[in-house]
């Protein structure tokens, strides 16, 4: 499967962005995804992910009720929207995919775990 990321921008403190990332292909329903990000001189870290049926959500403590991922099977898309944003939140955000054949209700929070990375969005917080 290809992700394409789309959706980052400059935007002020306390400000919102929604990403988006679509997904080439028929079989999007078989992936959980994830978006992950890395700020400069930083490791990536996760940021959300959302299992295939969409029952289950984790955050990273960093985003949580800042930050809502959802995902639309029927358009092949997963997006996370991002509101009250803060410096610190500045970075290339990535969506991945995982194939998950096991169960719709799993979830992926290791960037290792995923098999499908897009080519990422850079978001820019100002302060």
């Known amino acids: 499967v290809q992700l394409q990321a789309s959706g980052g921008g400059l935007v002020q403190a306390g400000g919102s962005l929604k990403l988006s990332c679509t997904a080439s292909?028929?079989?999007?329903?078989?992936?959980?995804m994830g978006w992950f990000r890395q700020a400069p001189g930083k490791e990536r870290e996760f940021v959300a992910a959302?299992?295939?049926?969409?029952?289950?959500?984790e955050y990273a403590d960093s985003v949580k009720s800042r930050f809502a991922i959802s995902r639309d099977n029927a358009k092949n898309m997963v997006s996370l929207q991002m509101t009250s944003l803060k410096p610190e939140d500045t970075a290339v955000y990535y969506c991945?995919?995982?194939?998950?054949?096991?169960?719709?209700?799993?979830?992926?929070?290791?960037?290792?775990?995923?098999?499908?990375w897009g080519k990422g969005t850079q978001v820019t917080v100002s302060s």
């Open positions: 991945a995919a995982k194939r998950s054949g096991v169960s719709a209700n799993y979830w992926y929070t290791l960037g290792r775990q995923y098999d499908y």
């Open positions: 292909g028929r079989t999007f329903s078989s992936y959980a």
């Open positions: 959302i299992s295939r049926n969409s029952n289950n959500i």
